[in-house]
């Protein structure tokens, strides 16, 4: 297809990062659909973690199915696009190897320490609340997007996190594309955003749907959707709705990168979009949904007890129950073979939703998920996420 951005609203810009040393500057790469100002909008961005590509795809065909609409006229809202989030973890090659996920330089996890600025907009919003929930949208969006943009980022990743959130912190929608080591499709939501948000794990035939009011570590989903409900317990006398549907999306397995899936996300997300008006158009039926949300803390995160081999006995999407093995660790270098093979039980029933891709583990590594009904009593008021 040849894009010409002149018969379309189609914009890109390009956000140059902090030059971190001599001779180097990376970009971000910014593309919009929509009117400025139009509502609903949507943010959508992608690899994160940088080793994370099936988003990448994702995106490249969603850009080709908007800007059909766009051509046709049928964009009434706006949609910005993100398919680069992190050019500075892509730069990260070690030896041939691209290695994501954390900061080489301090090993900080990229999808960890957004700025929180729940504190500065309560100051700055606190006299002007009324009893009008789209007048309490609209001012704390405002004062949202001021106190990002007063954020200090000095570095390079600092930087690009604050942009990241500046991008995203007054959309109506805000899209996380990730994905896990072996995995079906997968969405984290905020609490407080279902059952109303149920329609974007149907329409992407989710197989889990895990919620979370604060998982810990302040994640990019949660420093653009969380502010809501945290600025809505602060200040009860007031309607605060959560008006940032915000998600992680886990397109399955990092080696799950072909056209007919992306094309069958891509073509999810946009029938989204459509059901919720940012486009013109026919969403279709909304299909059903496909396993019950379950809290984050229900979430067997099964870890490794001793050193070995790992063979996994389910795979995901399986459905387990509680008690039921899971997978084996072997020991290659056991003494007696009747000794040498571990087995390893679910604590809960549930589907087990991702596993290692490695196959040899250290003990103590998390090696599977399994989404239970019920918070686990070790995973309430804790970190709930992974490293
Ligand atoms: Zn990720």
């Known amino acids: 297809m040849k894009y010409d951005n002149a018969m379309s609203t189609r914009q890109i810009d390009s956000i140059s990062l902090p030059v971190t040393s001599p001779g180097t500057q990376r970009q971000l790469k910014v593309i919009r659909y929509g009117n400025p100002g139009a509502r609903p909008s949507a943010y959508l961005q992608t690899a994160l973690h940088a080793d994370e590509i099936p988003g990448m795809l994702v995106l490249h065909h969603l850009d080709g199915l908007l800007y059909e609409a766009d051509k046709a006229g049928n964009v009434s809202g706006a949609v910005v696009l993100v398919p680069v989030a992190n050019p500075v973890g892509l730069s990260q090659y070690i030896r041939?190897?691209?290695s994501g996920r954390f900061e080489l330089g301090n090993g900080v996890n990229f999808n960890r320490n957004y700025p929180n600025v729940t504190d500065e907009v309560a100051n700055r919003v606190s006299s002007g609340l009324s009893h009008a929930a789209d007048e309490n949208v609209a001012l704390i969006r405002q004062h949202v997007?001021?106190?990002?943009?007063?954020?200090?980022?000095?570095?390079?990743?600092?930087?690009?996190?604050?942009?990241?959130?500046?991008?995203?912190?007054?959309a109506d929608i805000c899209l996380d594309l990730h994905c896990d080591a072996e995995a079906v499709m997968h969405v984290y939501l905020g609490t407080p955003l279902w059952p109303d948000a149920m329609d974007l794990?149907?329409?992407?035939?989710?197989e889990a749907t895990l919620l979370a009011e604060v998982s810990g570590g302040h994640p990019f989903d949660e420093a653009a959707g969380g502010i809501w409900w945290s600025l809505a317990k602060r200040f009860p006398d007031f309607p605060i709705p959560p008006a940032c549907l915000s998600a992680t999306v886990e397109l399955r397995g990092g080696r799950n990168v072909s056209h007919g899936l992306a094309r069958r996300d891509a073509d999810n997300l946009f029938r989204f979009l459509i059901r919720r008006g940012l486009i013109e158009g026919d969403p279709g039926p909304l299909p059903e949904l496909l396993a019950a949300a379950m809290p984050l803390e229900g979430v067997d995160?099964?870890?490794?007890?001793?050193?070995?081999?790992?063979?996994?006995?389910?795979?995901?999407?399986?459905?387990?129950?509680?008690?039921?093995?899971?997978?084996?660790?072997?020991?290659?270098?056991?003494?007696?073979?009747?000794?040498?093979?571990?087995r390893v039980c679910s604590r809960v029933s549930g589907v087990m939703y991702s596993h290692?891709?490695?196959?040899l583990t250290r003990p103590g590594q998390t090696l599977c998920r399994i989404a239970g009904a019920d918070p686990l009593p070790d995973r309430v008021g804790v970190n709930l996420l992974s490293d």
Do not use: N
């Open 96 to 98: 041939g190897h691209l």
């Open 201 to 206: 794990p149907a329409q992407l035939g989710s």
């Open 145 to 170: 997007s001021t106190v990002v943009a007063e954020h200090p980022a000095p570095d390079e990743v600092s930087f690009m996190r604050k942009t990241l959130l500046m991008l995203a912190c007054d």
């Open 301 to 342: 995160t099964v870890q490794a007890p001793c050193a070995g081999v790992v063979v996994y006995l389910k795979e995901p999407g399986d459905h387990v129950t509680a008690g039921e093995a899971v997978l084996e660790i072997v020991d290659p270098w056991s003494d007696a073979p009747d000794s040498s093979v571990t």
């Open 356 to 359: 290692r891709s490695d196959r």
